[in-house]
């Protein structure tokens, strides 16, 4: 069984910066093998997708592209995400996810993974 548990979010003003990690354990995860990447939901909002990492490749949605950057470390199965300029508006819970295709991370908002979310508030 595949756990990932995410930590670093909180509440910040806007113009702040936080950190996200996402951890990965079980014995059937091989993190080389996985695309890992970021979602986030708002209140009455769909989920949506914000950025994924695999192989030394990054993608991100243009709403956080310039802001956010997402890294991983492969020996301890994890990924962060580092938040610059907050807004508002990136007020959100985020979850983390693993597929083996990235393409379901980037374009299907599928993952084979899921973690339980972590809450980010950004104040005005």
């Known amino acids: 069984q595949v756990q990932l548990v995410e930590s670093g979010g909180g509440l910040v003003q806007a113009g702040g910066s936080l950190r996200l990690s996402c951890a990965a354990s079980g014995r059937a995860f091989t993190a080389s093998t996985y695309a890992m990447g970021w979602f986030r939901q708002a209140p009455g909002k769909e989920r949506e997708f914000v950025a994924v990492?695999?192989?030394?490749?990054?993608y991100y949605s243009d709403s956080v592209k310039g802001r956010f950057t997402i890294s991983r470390d492969n020996a301890k199965s994890t990924v962060f995400l580092q938040m610059n300029s907050l807004k508002p508006e990136d007020t959100a819970v985020y979850y983390c996810?693993?597929?083996?295709?990235?393409?379901?991370?980037?374009?299907?908002?599928?993952?084979?993974?899921w973690g339980q979310g972590t809450q980010v508030t950004v104040s005005s």
């Open positions: 990492g695999w192989e030394g490749i990054t």
């Open positions: 996810a693993a597929d083996r295709d990235v393409l379901d991370l980037r374009y299907r908002n599928r993952g084979d993974y």
